[in-house]
């Protein structure tokens, strides 16, 4: 891991940097077809195409267009998801923000406390002004998690995508600074 990646803690969760070593875990999600469904991307197959996505989240970094989180649970250190930013346009104070998870752990909270992290690092630390999630209209679930997180749906981008021989409708969601709550 590399000094300088920030590292984040919520109650359940350790979001770190993925690294090689992880490869396994993540290849154990990424790899079921009703996770990876909604990303626009086929299942990895082997851990060369689960390093390649590693790869991406440190090029990303590096580039300074986005920042992924390995989400790992406290208690055993096991990458089990991952969160982040992607086409971040600095110059407009705006990001896209990702996330996928094991399908073992939809349901427990645990998509929304590492989004709820993520989306404060943004404001905070990144200087965001806005932050825009791109879902797929069958992808209820995730319409409903950042509904909860305070995002508005804005409207919807007809084959805004060409992903895997089609072309994808999105609704843009955003939630912007001013709308989180002070607390």
């Not at 891991?1 to 979001?15: A, S």
């Not at 154990?28 to 009703?34: K, R, T």
């Not at 705006?94 to 909270?109: A, D, P, Q, T, V």
């Amino acid at each position: 891991m590399r000094n300088g990646f920030p590292k984040l803690e919520t109650k359940r969760l350790i979001l770190r940097e993925a690294t090689k070593e992880d490869a396994h875990d993540m290849l154990a999600y990424l790899s079921d077809i009703e996770v990876v469904k909604h990303m626009g991307i086929d299942s990895c197959q082997t851990i060369k195409e689960v390093n390649e996505e590693i790869e991406w989240y440190q090029a990303i970094y590096e580039q300074s267009t986005g920042i992924r989180w390995g989400i790992a649970l406290k208690e055993s250190g096991k990458i089990i998801g991952s969160c982040g930013f992607l086409n971040r346009e600095a110059k407009h104070y705006r990001s896209e923000i990702g996330y996928e998870l094991s399908k073992e752990y939809w349901g427990k909270g645990i998509a929304s406390e590492a989004l709820a992290a993520v989306v404060k690092y943004g404001f905070e630390n990144l200087q965001l002004e806005r932050i825009e999630a791109l879902i797929e209209p069958p992808n209820l679930p995730s319409q409903k998690l950042v509904e909860r997180q305070g995002f508005i749906r804005e409207g919807l981008l007809r084959h805004y995508e060409y992903t895997r021989g089609k072309f994808d409708d999105l609704y843009m969601y955003s939630i912007i600074k001013g709308d989180i709550k002070k607390v």
